[in-house]
């Protein structure tokens, strides 16, 4: 992936506040509820859903928590009804950006998503303004300390995954989304565990950034990854291993 798969692996390996781990829960019970009202309260029945409860449970979400969401999502429980909306637009340097979110409230979405992006330099966009830049495809990130690069080719062709990426910060695959449960279902009958499994959506070229440009792009970046609604980021941007390093310490 691009820069911003960098970006997210070096996130991860930075210590997560009571504030922040808070606001990931919601996100992620959010993603459950709106995951069994679409399939079903049923996670071996329901891809979206069963990924969705992984997340949480490695995220050390309680289960009543978890259950509670399906319950909610399947109308069992009475609670708010979310929807799945995407948002597209311009950030600094002319980097494309793809919003994904779950929200109960468009109105108050947009209006929070447009006063994000006129804050940090960006503009949000009509729909179908960036979508065309990016591909969905199924990804699986591992950690590179867990297995060596050998063992995990061998992984790679074992469950035959369309492509693959290696780097000094770990290991990736690539599907075609249609083969996203297929291949997450062979991956756990070969108990390697993914950092990160999703229907990504990966841009088909990057905007290098320059030194100027990266503390702007990546705080617009954070900022909507912080809005309550927002469940994941997609952005086009490229930059030097060195410089994004530097933006993150």
Request: proline share 3%.
């Amino acid at each position: 992936m691009a820069g911003h798969s960098k970006w997210a692996q070096i996130k991860r390996k930075k210590a997560v506040t009571d504030a922040r781990r808070g606001q990931l829960w919601t996100k992620l019970l959010k993603e459950i509820s709106v995951a069994a009202r679409l399939g079903g309260g049923d996670p071996a029945g329901n891809a979206r859903l069963r990924v969705a409860v992984q997340d949480a449970r490695g995220s050390n979400v309680p289960s009543d928590n978890i259950e509670r969401a399906i319950k909610r999502g399947t109308g069992e429980l009475e609670g708010v009804n979310y929807e799945d909306v995407v948002y597209e637009g311009y950030g600094p340097g002319g980097v494309a950006l793809l919003i994904e979110a779950v929200t109960d409230n468009r109105n108050r979405t947009v209006a929070d998503l447009r006063h994000l992006f006129s804050r940090n330099g960006g503009n949000l966009g009509e729909s179908g303004c960036v979508a065309w830049m990016f591909d969905q495809r199924g990804y699986f990130a591992f950690d590179g300390e867990a297995m060596s690069e050998e063992e995990f080719m061998e992984a790679a062709i074992e469950v035959g995954v369309d492509d693959v990426a290696t780097s000094q910060e770990g290991f990736e695959m690539f599907t075609a989304p249609e083969r996203f449960s297929e291949i997450r279902d062979a991956l756990e009958r070969s108990e390697l565990e993914p950092t990160t499994q999703q229907l990504a959506r990966l841009p088909k070229s990057q905007v290098q950034v320059d030194a100027e440009t990266a503390p702007r792009i990546l705080r617009l970046i954070e900022a909507l990854e912080e809005q309550e609604d927002v469940q994941n980021v997609w952005a086009n941007f490229e930059m030097d291993d060195e410089l994004l390093v530097a933006q993150a310490s």
